[in-house]
T-cell receptor
Framework: DIVLTQSPGSLTLSPGERATLSCRASQSVNVNFLAWYQQKPGQAPRLLLY???LRPTDIPDRFSGSGSGTDFTLTINRLQPEDVGVYYCQQRGASPLTFGQGTRVQI | QVRLQASGPGLVRPSETLSLTCSVSGDMSRFSWIRQSPGKGLQWIGS???????QYNPSLRRRVTILGDTSRKQVSLRLTSVTAADTALYYC????????????WSQGTLVTVSP
């Protein structure tokens, strides 16, 4: 299995700041098969980015992604109170589909 | 836009079989079951695609069956010989064929394994 390790485990920032979340894979992941999700308390995860940096149409451009190979990054610019939650990376480049353990963002 | 609704018993006895149904409003394509243990992360259980072979997480393969009924627009999950470790919030989600991301999720349905 491809293990995805996210860091930091949690971070606390102020509104307007930038959050940088890391996802490191135990082996190389095709960039097309790396996605990010946001999970707010009591809700199902919500797709934020796919193919490492592509945004669904309903996701604001404050959310951006980068990376390749084994290292991927989710950046949240201009943090807002509604960005509180846990963020997960996910890969589908190899079976089984796996998720990182999550990064908790508090504001 | 597809809408998904997961349903099933909230309580299952140890050693029995957990059965859940995902009802799909929209086109049938590829759907995955994912679970989240209390306070824990996300674990992919397996997927069904119309016309394809189900895929399973090797860690659960011996106990899992995922089937689809395109006429009723439902995807079912069966997990046999459950233990307390199978207590979790269970989600179904639509999986994109090309990129493998999960773009629509059901609400979670909590299944507790307890005597």
């Amino acid at each position: 299995d491809i293990v995805l390790t996210q860091s930091p485990g949690s971070l606390t920032l102020s509104p307007g700041e930038r959050a940088t979340l890391s996802c490191r894979a135990s082996q190389s992941v095709n960039v097309n098969f790396l996605a990010w999700y946001q999970q707010k308390p009591g809700q199902a995860p919500r797709l934020l980015l796919y193919a490492a940096y592509l945004r669904p149409t309903d996701i604001p451009d404050r959310f951006s992604g980068s990376g390749s190979g084994t290292d991927f990054t989710l950046t949240i610019n201009r943090l807002q109170p509604e960005d509180v939650g846990v963020y997960y990376c996910q890969q589908r480049g190899a079976s089984p589909l796996t998720f990182g353990q999550g990064t908790r963002v508090q504001i | 836009q597809v809408r998904l609704q997961a349903s099933g018993p909230g309580l299952v006895r140890p050693s029995e079989t957990l059965s859940l149904t995902c009802s799909v409003s929209g086109d049938m394509s590829r759907f995955s079951w994912i679970r989240q243990s209390p306070g824990k992360g996300l674990q992919w259980i397996g997927s069904f695609s119309d016309g394809g072979t189900p895929q399973y997480n090797p860690s659960l393969r011996r106990r899992v069956t995922i089937l689809g009924d395109t006429s009723r627009k439902q995807v079912s999950l069966r997990l046999t010989s459950v233990t307390a470790a199978d207590t979790a919030l269970y989600y179904c989600a639509r999986e994109n064929f090309a990129y493998g991301f999960l773009d629509s999720w059901s609400q979670g349905t909590l299944v507790t394994v307890s005597p």
